[in-house]
T-cell receptor, first 117, second 115 residues
Framework: GAGVSQTPSNKVTEKGKYVELRCDPISGHTALYWYRQSLGQGPEFLIYFQGTGAADDSGLPNDRFFAVRPEGSVSTLKIQRTERGDSAVYLC???????????????FGPGTRLTVL | GEDVEQSLFLSVREGDSSVINCTYTDSSSTYLYWYKQEPGAGLQLLTYIFSNMDMKQDQRLTVLLNKKDKHLSLRIADTQTGDSAIYFCAESLLYSGAGSYQLTFGKGTKLSVIP
């Protein structure tokens, strides 16, 4: 079946612009995560959705970053007034559920490489 | 706090065993993972171990967990050129309030396999 997809695969923008990054999780997966991977680093957690609600946004670096998942499926990560330091690969992952079960594998998408000039 | 440390590079000859090491700091971890990342590809889960286990074997992969020292290792037997990639150690902590299994990753170990 289809895995997690992310669009666009590459995005180049200018400092100060607004960008939206999209994630299509695996069908039926209720949990969705966004991570950011800077060059030479491991992925860092940004935000977690359970269904439509952002249950944990403790990883968002500042208020320029925002994410939505209005229908509990597709999610959009929005970055306002982009800065050069936002350049990274943004990864999305989904899992069947989370919380009161013993284990849920997170399936990762290929990522969106964001470059801010 | 949460912190996961790994050595950055490892080079082995084809056919030898590779051992990639990781240390973590949070003793309340529930699961520890090994992910593989190849150039231009997403993260692929290789294996995981629950924090109450000390060993797990899966074909060519062996995971050892030393809870006392907070040390995790991944051994790849009979390493092949196709194993060349970056390997990430990760831990997940269950935050019961939010139900989040967010992953905390190390910086990754780049494994180079020499033919």
């Amino acid at each position: 079946g289809a895995g997690v997809s992310q669009t666009p695969s590459n995005k180049v923008t200018e400092k100060g612009k607004y960008v939206e990054l999209r994630c299509d999780p695996i069908s039926g997966h209720t949990a969705l995560y966004w991570y950011r991977q800077s060059l030479g680093q491991g992925p860092e957690f940004l935000i977690y959705f359970q269904g439509t609600g952002a249950a944990d946004d403790s990883g968002l670096p500042n208020d320029r970053f925002f994410a939505v998942r209005p229908e509990g499926s597709v999610s959009t990560l929005k970055i306002q007034r982009t800065e050069r330091g936002d350049s990274a690969v943004y990864l999305c992952a989904s899992s069947r559920t989370s919380g009161r079960v013993s284990y849920n594998e997170q399936f990762f998408g290929p990522g969106t490489r964001l470059t801010v000039l | 706090g949460e912190d996961v440390e790994q050595s950055l590079f490892l080079s082995v000859r084809e056919g030898d065993s590779s051992v990639i090491n990781c240390t973590y700091t949070d003793s309340s971890s529930t699961y520890l993972y090994w992910y593989k990342q190849e150039p231009g590809a997403g993260l692929q889960l290789l294996t995981y171990i629950f924090s109450n286990m000390d060993m797990k074997q899966d074909q060519r992969l062996t995971v050892l967990l030393n809870k006392k020292d907070k040390h995790l290792s991944l051994r790849i037997a009979d390493t092949q050129t196709g194993d060349s990639a970056i390997y990430f150690c990760a831990e997940s902590l269950l935050y019961s309030g939010a139900g989040s299994y967010q992953l905390t990753f190390g910086k990754g170990t780049k494994l180079s396999v020499i033919p």
